[in-house]
């Protein structure tokens, strides 16, 4: 089946410093991923759609310039939180839909636990 | 407003016995369904999907039921077993959506031994 990694699986950070995720498609080409963030008790909220190259479209309520997206490649997107403060303190996820099939089907990386301190 | 609603938080059922989950929806240009299973800390994995053209599709011990005109789907695994215990994101979306899904709370089943 479809992989997607995700790197780190948890980070902690101090407030005012950006960190960076990456989510890769091991086994697949994807030309859109998508970037979720996930509160307790709380369903998945989609944050951004990322397109291999061109700028993501991001959700009402996010911020564009404080969650950064970088959609290098066709197996890699990236999601940087730029001066986190706590509130930034949340579980990532990213999901990638592969290019053949017209597929609805999102396939899921394990998620990015981020503690900001 | 939520678009996608599971109403019941959590579920327990007797290991051999059917789980039914449950999920409702709002908005009417969805037109295709799919279910995700979820462990703590864990991405989502994809489950089973249905097409509005369809109201019913079966995969194993997993079939989804689409009422299109009560805007309801329900998962129905049988028989349940242990390993089933998670949470279950019920997610719609639909043609020109640019494959943007969107999700329910969840409800967490609990198979007991």
């Known amino acids: 089946g479809a992989v997607v990694s995700q790197h780190p699986s948890r980070v902690i950070c101090k407030s005012g410093t950006s960190v960076k995720i990456e989510c890769r498609s091991l086994?697949?080409?994807?030309?859109?991923m998508f970037w979720y963030r996930q509160f307790p008790k709380k369903s998945l909220m989609l944050m951004a759609t990322s397109n291999e190259g061109s700028k993501a479209t991001y959700e009402q309520g996010v911020e564009k310039d404080k969650f950064l997206i970088n959609h290098a490649s066709l197996t890699l997107s990236t999601l940087t939180v730029t001066s986190a403060h706590p509130e930034d303190s949340s579980f990532y996820i990213c999901?990638?839909?592969?290019?053949?099939?017209?597929?609805?089907?999102?396939?899921f990386g394990p998620g990015t636990r981020l503690t900001v301190t | 407003d939520q678009q996608v609603k599971q109403n019941s938080p959590s579920l327990s059922v007797q290991e051999g016995r059917i789980s039914i989950l449950n999920c409702d929806y709002t908005?009417?240009?969805?037109?295709?369904f799919l279910w995700y299973k979820k462990y703590p800390a864990e991405g989502p994995t994809f489950l089973i999907s249905?097409?509005?053209?369809?109201d019913k599709n079966e995969d194993g011990r997993f079939t989804v039921f689409l009422n299109k005109s009560a805007k309801h789907l329900s998962l129905h695994i049988v028989p349940s077993q242990p390993g089933d215990s998670a949470v279950y994101f019920c997610?719609?979306?639909?043609?020109?959506?640019?494959?943007?899904?969107?999700f329910g709370i969840g409800t967490k089943l609990q198979v007991i031994p």
């Open positions: 249905i097409s509005s053209i369809k």
């Open positions: 997610a719609a979306t639909y043609s020109g959506g640019y494959q943007k899904v969107t």
């Open positions: 086994d697949f080409q994807a030309t859109t």
């Open positions: 999901s990638a839909s592969p290019i053949a099939g017209g597929s609805y089907e999102q396939y």
């Open positions: 908005n009417s240009m969805f037109d295709y």
